[in-house]
Every structure is written in structure tokens, then in C-alpha cells.
């Protein structure tokens, strides 16, 4: 059973198309949250949703754009790709937004763009 | 400013001790993680330290020290597949976890 699932794991497009991530998580958890990690292996938050509400949404371009439809879908939408959008992208969700509610991954997108 | 400093990289023999240090400056603290990622996989929890002191799991220890913003992560009896990266990960007054770029740990036999 996959707790949290990414679609899709491998994602090679060209500058300037816009790409969708999807997320899901089967874990009945409140919270969900898109993680950008680059080639120096930083882990970025980028956005987190707690019941279908935006609570996270740090400074990234609003190319970017994150659609929870329901409380255990968090799908990002990134329109005009640029070459340093080219990263690993972690969803992770949560039992609550407390600091105590471990954060589970899924398993990363790997996004490269040309 | 938020800062977490960590070793780039540490090789460690099969069977041996590695201890993986971690000093950190955040804006207001609520606890410190410590994740395993491997290669091409998404970060794993390994352990979590509010308070002063060392947590035991196994063979996978963490230690605190809010006063000196210092964490370490102890591993024992080392086997091949603790071949990783390892993350501290650090919160601030918001409860959001801020991460360091880890420490790739090679593992020789």
C-alpha cells in the first residue's frame, strides 16, 4: 500500500510548456505539502495545505501554482518552465500542521527541464 | 538569520561508529529531525529531539543541545545500507521544519 504517491516519477519537457505533478495520499492525514530539492540537495518547502487551505506558501514564482481538490489531493501546476525549475519535487503530508505530525514523502518527481 | 551546518560528506568503515554533527541558527526553536534519504528516494524519518539529551533507537542515536544549537546523529555497527544522506532538520517559531543539505555518508567495507 503507497501512503504517499506522486505522478508522475520522471518528467523531461522544454523550456516554456507548462506540466502538471500529481499527489495523493491514502493516509487519512489533514496536511499536505510540496517540497522543491535542487542539485545541492537543499529540501525547500514551497507550499502546504491543511484541509484543502493554503497555510504555506513561501516565496516562489507564482508560475507555480499548487490545486488541493480534496484533503488528500495536493496537484502543482507549473506553467512556463524554466531550466532552474529542473529539481526533485517531494510531496509529503502530515497528520495535522503541528510540529509533532511526522511528515511522510512521496517518493519524488524528477523534473528536468531542456 | 536561519543557518544549519553539516558535513558535505563522511566515509565510515562496515561494523564501525559514525557520529554526523549538526549546528544550526533558527528564529525561535521547536525541536530538531533527523531524515534519511537514499539516493533517488524520498527523505525517511529517524528521529526527533525537543529536549536536551539523547534519544536512543536502536542502533541510530540523536543528541541536543538547545544551548549550543548542536545536534549529532550516532550511528552503530554500521552496514552497507546506511550508505545515505542524512538530514538535520531543525524548526522554527512557526513549527516549520527548515533543512540543511545533509551529510552523504559512504559506507566501505
Known amino acids: 500500500d503507497t501512503a504517499v504517491s506522486q505522478t508522475p516519477k520522471y518528467l523531461v519537457t522544454q523550456m516554456g510548456n507548462d506540466k ?4 495523493e495520499q491514502n493516509l487519512g492525514h489533514d496536511t499536505m505539502y510540496w517540497y522543491k530539492q535542487d ?15 493554503l497555510i504555506i506558501n513561501e516565496t516562489v514564482p507564482n508560475r507555480f501554482s499548487p490545486k488541493s481538490p480534496d484533503k488528500a489531493h495536493l496537484n502543482l501546476h507549473i ?32 523534473l528536468t527541464v531542456t | 538569520g536561519q ?8 566515509t565510515a568503515t562496515e561494523g564501525a ?12 526553536f521547536n525541536g530538531l529531525f533527523w531524515y534519511q534519504q537514499h539516493a533517488g528516494e524520498a527523505p525517511t524519518f529517524l528521529s ?7 534519544e536512543e533507537k536502536g542502533r ?16 552503530k555497527e554500521l552496514q552497507m545500507k546506511d550508505s545515505a544522506s542524512y538530514l538535520c532538520a531543525p524548526t522554527d517559531s512557526n513549527y516549520q ?10 559506507i566501505k567495507p
Request: glycine share 8%; net charge positive; hydrophobic share 35%.
Open chain 1, 20 to 23: 502538471s505533478i500529481k499527489c
Open chain 1, 39 to 53: 542539485s545541492k540537495k537543499f529540501l525547500k518547502i514551497m507550499f502546504s495545505y491543511n484541509n484543502k487551505e
Open chain 1, 79 to 110: 506553467n512556463s518552465l524554466e531550466l532552474g525549475d529542473s529539481a526533485v519535487y517531494f510531496c509529503a503530508s502530515s497528520p495535522g500542521r503541528d510540529l509533532l505530525f511526522l511528515q511522510y514523502f512521496g517518493p519524488g518527481t524528477r
Open chain 2, 3 to 10: 543557518n544549519i551546518d553539516q558535513p558535505t560528506e563522511m
Open chain 2, 17 to 28: 561508529i559514525v557520529q554526523i554533527n549538526c549546528t544550526y541558527q533558527t528564529s525561535g
Open chain 2, 48 to 54: 526527533y529531539n525537543v529536549l536536551d539529551g539523547l
Open chain 2, 60 to 75: 541510530f542515536s540523536s543528541f541536543l543541545s538547545r544551548s549550543k544549537g548542536y545536534s549529532y546523529l550516532l550511528l
Open chain 2, 97 to 106: 521544519l527548515i533543512w540543511g543539505a545533509g551529510t552523504k555518508l559512504i
